[in-house]
């Protein structure tokens, strides 16, 4: 295995080590070790020992890989970040398959459990990021503290309610008199119960989620939107000011 420098270190050896099963393998007490930088995925069950100390540094990522990283008297300091459990993502409308996760910026399959300070999710094509299941929106997260979640996935442009897009003269399409060309396109339906909202920035060939993914009636569900703008205009700056409506159920 080749050594990676400055990486992984033990006071007291003046070497740099290939893993940190071996850095820990016949450690005394007092022992110092760090975990530098990079990713280190973990071979075997790891048990810090009593006088020794392991930590993980800012920016550096450890991979449980279906092991345990454990204490039998030692210190595990990290630094920043937390351990973090990632569940394999859960479908809001339509089910589908090849979700995968980034750890640190390095992309770690459909699971992790470990260490690191920033997670993201990578959703198959067709497929926008809905939440995490600890309720946060968003995708890109900076991790303080330990976690266990998993990404919430919503299908693009698709509803599992029959009545979605019926129209009832409630406006469900709009395009947004600012932004270039093709301008921009946003609409409003129902899926699984809730009220979303998508934009399109290349005239509907793609979309998002809006709202963080989140869905625009929180927790309590909705039917029925509807959706309008109007444009502020201030110099040579055009804002559009988007505005939707639902009946809560």
Known sequence: MVKVPEKLSR?????????????????????LISVLSGTHTLTGNVTVPSGVTLTIASGAMVNYNGYTLSSSGGT????????????????????????????????VGASFNGIGQSIKAIPPSGYGIAGWSDGVGGNYR????????????????????????DN????????????????????VYTSAGHVWLEHSGDGGSTWTLGNNGQPLDGTAGGKCPSIAFTTHYTGSTTDNYIGVVWQEK
């Open 11 to 31: 006071t007291g050896f003046g070497r740099d080590w290939e893993t940190i099963s071996n850095a820990i393998s016949g450690a005394t007490s007092g022992s």
């Open 76 to 107: 595990i300091s990290i630094q920043s970040g937390g351990i973090i459990t990632l569940n394999p993502a859960t479908y809001v409308d339509f089910s589908g398959s090849g979700n995968t996760y980034e750890v640190n910026g390095i992309n």
């Open 168 to 187: 009832t003269s409630q406006r469900k399409l709009i395009q947004t008199s600012a932004g270039g060309n093709p301008r921009w396109l946003h609409q």
């Open 142 to 165: 900076e991790i303080n503290g330990n976690v266990t979640v998993n990404a919430r996935l919503k299908a693009l442009h698709k509803s599992n309610t029959i009545a979605a897009w």
